[in-house]
């Protein structure tokens, strides 16, 4: 009887999931999970990525916004995902089409966006689709802020020592094992 309740509520919290998400690779991982639990099998480990704090006390990357190489700097004061102009424009994004309609605080003070969604967003093995981003003006910013609009899909982070650790969810397929990576 407790078996069946558990499972009626973890086919609850997944259907809640589909709604509150839409996400199919969110969705996925939750079915894994809830597999996982009644299998009684532990989850492979999940992928995770290692980033040192640079000399200024910052700790920069380099990711793959839709295939393409990009420099970033973690912003856990950013709400969003930040490009800068010239990084939309080298990864090829529509510019022309894009509305600067949001106000943004930056650290070199008030400036406009524009909302988009990036197809896919890559930290090492750590890889996110559909991610919220704004970009700014041509000019208005020098670095690119990876913000809360990826943190938040990850599993896990948090410093230890001089490292920052992004662990994202366990992999969908158990013959897949990931291990820890350094981005420099």
């Given at each position: 009887?407790i078996r069946f309740l558990l499972?009626?509520?973890m086919?609850a919290g997944?259907?809640?999931?589909v709604?509150a998400y839409g996400?199919p690779d969110?969705?996925a991982?939750?079915?894994?999970?809830?597999s996982h639990?009644?299998?009684?099998?532990?989850a492979?480990?999940?992928?995770?990525?290692?980033?040192?704090?640079?000399?200024?006390?910052?700790f920069?990357?380099?990711?793959k916004?839709?295939?393409?190489?990009a420099?970033?700097v973690?912003?856990?004061?950013?709400?969003?995902?930040?490009l800068t102009?010239?990084t939309?424009?080298a990864i090829?994004?529509p510019?022309?089409m894009?509305?600067?309609?949001?106000?943004?605080?930056?650290a070199?003070?008030h400036t406009?966006?524009?909302r988009l969604?990036?197809?896919r967003l890559?930290?090492?093995h750590?890889?996110?689709?559909?991610?919220?981003?704004?970009?700014?003006?041509?000019?208005?910013m020098?670095t690119?802020?990876?913000?809360m609009?990826?943190?938040?899909r990850?599993e896990?982070?948090g410093?230890?020592?001089?490292?920052l650790m992004l662990?994202?969810?366990?992999?969908?397929?158990?013959?897949?094992?990931?291990?820890?990576?350094?981005i420099?």
């Open positions: 009887m499972v009626l509520i086919l997944t259907a809640g999931a709604v996400d969110q969705i991982r939750a079915s894994h999970k809830v639990i009644f299998r009684g099998q532990t492979t480990p999940p992928p995770a990525v290692q980033i040192p704090r640079g000399q200024g006390g910052e920069a990357l380099r990711a916004i839709n295939g393409v190489a420099p970033m973690i912003d856990t004061g950013a709400t969003s995902v930040v102009w010239e939309a424009k090829g994004l510019l022309e894009l509305e600067y309609d949001v106000d943004l605080e930056t070199g003070g406009k966006a524009a969604t990036l197809d890559a930290v090492g750590l890889v996110e689709k559909s991610v919220p981003a704004l970009v700014v003006q041509r000019g208005q020098k690119n802020l990876l913000g609009s990826f943190l938040d990850l896990s982070w410093v230890r020592a001089d490292k662990t994202g969810y366990p992999e969908l397929q158990s013959s897949h094992r990931r291990s820890r990576t350094a420099d």
